[in-house]
């Protein structure tokens, strides 16, 4: 059975999921997809063949359900060169998670306590205010609530869609500091900034009496560098509270993460993580589940590179993607800048995360964030 599913737009992924299909006959593959051509028909292959050479790529959430209609379009078809086709048992497996995720992106509009994230205007930006004295890049700068508050009203006015308040950092080699600290620091400045703006609040943490804390005072969501993996009460949580959760990817703790990260095949290993992780939090309860790959959390430089090149796979998972690229250290080691000098490469990064489908971007500079995916945008939609 294929346990991963992977972007069928790509002629060598397609190559993967044939194999695995065993479709024996020869297949050519020309252009982004002309898959199976010894079992369509000439009709079919000319559909197939116009509508994924018109640039259909899975580059925003909207585009998969017109491919994924298509593609199951095909599917009922019972007769002609086509049928042994689709009576593989493993493609067949293909066709139902596309029609999972044909179900899944309809209406991935999500409203909770007064609050909505629609995924169907995705990318949303979301601002990063870490209320720490130790973080990789503003450490120290939001210590004091009022500047905090100030700072994450900023963002909001420049465009971030959601604020992640975060009290303890988790750059590489970092220690956990205690619950109470770490309330002590980000609950003055929740409470008012829900006072004070509509914006969704996001909590960065990964301990659950922090989150309901979190949540009590005024936050909207849950970001979880850990994916429930390190506290174990924290799904049970989100489940009761019936707000979003993101769950991250991580290998190993941030005091130990980049010792030595090694993965055979990074983007598989992720998946099977999340197909795990999503199965835990549905069970839990939990129905409004974001994905973060986790760029830079026990992650080698080429690892980061082959998360932001192969995103499309993992929305086979049928759930929003949110990456966070800002000013991170793979920026920094391909172009040789320290922190506070990577913004292109923040940019760039993020530019293609959106064409990978990305939804949510989690940046540090939110105006040139926004700017830069409105170029992309307007670019993208024009019909000169």
């Known amino acids: 059975m294929i346990s991963r599913v992977y972007d069928p737009t790509n002629p060598a992924k397609l190559s993967k999921i044939l194999s695995a299909c065993k479709v024996k006959k020869p297949v050519t593959l020309t252009g982004d997809y002309l898959a199976v051509l010894t079992r369509l028909t000439q009709t079919q292959r000319q ?15 909207c585009e998969i359900p017109a491919f994924a209609g298509f593609i199951l379009g095909l599917h009922s078809i019972s007769c002609g060169p086509s049928a042994e086709l689709f009576q593989d048992q493993e493609l067949q497996t293909f066709f139902l998670k596309l029609a999972q995720l044909n179900n899944s992106f309809k209406h991935q509009k999500w409203t909770w306590n007064n609050k909505c994230l629609d995924f169907t205007a995705a990318p949303h930006i979301m601002g990063i205010l870490n209320i720490t004295p130790d973080s990789f890049s503003d450490g120290g700068r939001y210590i004091d609530p009022e500047t905090a508050v100030d700072h994450a009203l900023k963002m909001a006015e420049q465009g971030a869609s959601i604020i992640d308040i975060g009290g303890e950092s988790t750059r590489p080699g970092s220690e956990p500091v205690s619950e109470s600290e770490e309330m002590d620091r980000i609950l003055p400045v929740i409470e008012q900034l829900h006072k004070q703006s509509k914006i969704i609040i996001s909590v960065d943490t990964y301990k659950n009496r922090v989150a309901k804390a979190a949540l009590e005072a005024g936050a909207d969501m849950i970001n979880d560098i850990s994916g429930g993996t390190f506290d174990p009460e924290m799904m049970p949580l989100a489940a009761k509270k019936k707000c979003p959760y993101i769950m991250m990817h991580i290998k190993g703790k941030p005091r130990n993460m980049q010792v030595n990260p090694f993965y055979e095949d990074v983007i598989d290993e992720i998946y099977v993580y999340f197909e795990d992780r999503i199965k835990q939090a549905e069970q839990a309860g939990i129905d409004k589940i974001i994905l973060d790959p986790g760029i830079g959390f026990g992650k080698r430089l080429q690892d980061n590179l082959q998360i932001l090149k192969n995103l499309k796979d993992f929305q086979w998972l049928g759930k929003p ?33 959106v064409q990978n489908g990305a939804g949510i971007i989690r940046a540090h500079d939110v105006r040139d964030t926004v700017d830069a995916i409105k170029i992309y945008q307007s670019i993208k939609e024009t019909n000169a």
Request: aromatic fraction near 8%.
């Open 47 to 61: 559909e197939l063949s116009g509508f994924l050479s018109s640039g259909a790529c899975f580059s925003n959430y």
């Open 321 to 353: 993607l949110l990456i966070g690229v800002s000013r991170k250290s793979f920026i920094g080691a391909l172009l040789n800048r320290e922190t506070d000098s990577r913004l292109a490469g923040s940019l760039a990064s993020a530019i293609v995360a």
